[in-house]
């Protein structure tokens, strides 16, 4: 069984860096971090290989966010950087669980319509002057 605890949300200024910190128990391949602004709907931020490490990132955030995985500490992490407000959102962590594989850019794509998913809690992120 997957559990998923995440970490590290808050109220930041524009222009501001926040880090995410997924801890994950039990084994799973594809694992992303997704959000949901209010009024809107869940999306699929940057997700992650656990295999063999190849990352998606929507367009949006490309040049700004950075998921990385730390095996020693089974972390997920999201490092954002150039925060905007409209990134204001509650962050949740999601896992495919077991040992099936999934491209990245797929488990982004579909984790939100997918029975299989295990969600964290979420965090909330403030982007905000």
């Known amino acids: 069984q997957v559990q998923l605890v995440e970490s590290g949300g808050g109220l930041v200024q524009p222009g501001g860096s926040l880090t995410l910190s997924c801890a994950v128990s039990g084994f799973t391949d594809a694992i992303g971090w997704f959000r949901q602004a209010p009024g809107k709907e869940r999306e699929g931020v940057s997700c992650i290989s656990r295999s063999d490490g190849t990352r998606y990132s929507t367009d949006s955030v490309k040049d700004r966010f950075t998921i990385s995985r730390d095996a020693a500490k089974n972390t997920v992490t999201l490092q954002m950087n150039s925060l905007k407000p409209e990134d204001t959102a509650v962050y949740y962590c999601?896992?495919?669980?077991?040992?099936?594989?999934?491209?990245?850019?797929?488990?982004?794509?579909?984790?939100?319509?997918?029975?299989?998913?295990?969600w964290g809690q979420g965090t909330q992120v403030t982007v905000s002057s």
């Open positions: 999601a896992a495919l669980p077991g040992d099936r594989r999934m491209s990245p850019g797929a488990w982004c794509s579909i984790a939100t319509r997918s029975r299989s998913a295990t």
